[in-house]
């Protein structure tokens, strides 16, 4: 497994909006014949995506990072996102007009498949042996969309698990992720014991008080050790894995639900946060 920061690969370059990284296979990141996976940074501004809603920053980025395209035109295909384990396969970008869902998987390098997030995982896939690529967008509901995409992916294109590559991207990590004891109960039953550990606070997290936990006993969830778990589970082989490190709600280059809208009335919060676009394409 290979492991990076985001925030690292992008210090020094403060005007920097959007970062792309390679996908490791066998440990090695590849080259210039594979796609890559990125995310927009807080200083792109929000990439909130509606189909009912007109978002005139959004449109500007994806389209300064689809020209990024080895010789070729790259279209965005977009999704509103509803915290499901539902993914689509498409072949062109109107597949998913007006549709709602998480994840989107192609083959054709004309495309850039688009999610979006704010402390929820991105995470990408990409098999070498069909050149299938995808994003998914996985919030706690959702964990276990990757499994999804990788079976659907199975199914309509013949790929198989053993040979695709998987990159976690910056998220909300068990620093700042707090959770009850339902909550912590359903993970350690649905994907592994060591996801969840008991909370004892700390000078490196996100406070407590910022969640709502009923008064009740804390944990500390690891949305990373769940969805490798996940992977393991299917088939995906550990040396073409790649994770990124970074906690988005710890690091301010990264839009966060959990830290931009603490203390912000629970009717106002959906505006108060940077939603983030998370994306894979041949560029």
């Known amino acids: 497994m290979k492991r990076l920061s985001v925030s690292e690969l992008t210090a020094g370059n403060g005007a920097r909006r959007f970062t792309t990284i390679p996908f490791y296979h066998e440990g090695i990141p590849?080259?210039?014949?594979?796609?890559?996976?990125?995310?927009?940074?807080?200083?792109?501004?929000?990439?909130r995506f509606r189909w009912s809603e007109t978002n005139d920053t959004r449109m500007k980025t994806l389209k300064e990072i689809s020209e990024y395209g080895r010789g070729r035109k790259i279209t965005p295909v977009q999704?509103?996102?509803?915290?499901?384990k539902t993914v689509y396969a498409v072949s062109s970008f109107s597949d998913t007009f007006g549709l709602t869902g998480d994840g989107?998987?192609?083959?054709?390098?004309?495309?850039?498949?688009?999610?979006?997030?704010?402390?929820?995982?991105?995470?990408f896939l990409y098999d070498p042996a069909t050149?299938?690529?995808g994003a998914v967008h996985s919030g706690w509901k959702g964990t276990g969309i990757i499994g999804e995409a990788v079976l659907l992916a199975e199914k309509e294109y013949g790929m198989e698990a053993r040979n695709v590559c998987v990159a976690i991207g910056p998220h909300i990590r068990n620093c700042c992720y707090i959770v009850d004891e339902e909550r912590a109960s359903y993970f350690r039953r649905t994907f592994c014991d060591d996801c969840v550990t008991a909370y004892e606070s700390g000078s490196d997290d996100c406070s407590a008080e910022n969640w709502n936990t009923n008064g009740g006993k804390l944990y500390r969830l690891?949305?990373?050790?769940?969805?490798?778990?996940?992977?393991?589970?299917?088939g995906v082989h550990d040396e073409n894995i790649s994770v990124a490190d970074d906690c988005t709600c710890c690091n301010k280059?990264?839009?966060?639900?959990?830290?931009?809208?603490?203390g912000i009335a629970e009717s106002d919060?959906?505006?108060?946060?940077?939603?983030?676009?998370?994306?894979c394409g041949f560029f």
């Open 30 to 47: 590849l080259g210039n014949n594979a796609p890559r996976w990125g995310m927009t940074l807080r200083s792109a501004g929000s990439m």
């Open 131 to 133: 050149d299938v690529f």
């Open 104 to 123: 989107i998987i192609t083959h054709c390098k004309n495309l850039m498949p688009v999610v979006t997030v704010a402390d929820c995982m991105p995470l």
């Open 253 to 262: 280059i990264f839009g966060s639900f959990r830290r931009e809208s603490a």
């Open 269 to 279: 919060k959906w505006r108060s946060f940077t939603v983030q676009a998370a994306f």
């Open 79 to 84: 999704l509103e996102l509803i915290h499901s």
């Open 222 to 234: 690891s949305l990373e050790k769940a969805n490798l778990a996940v992977l393991a589970k299917i």
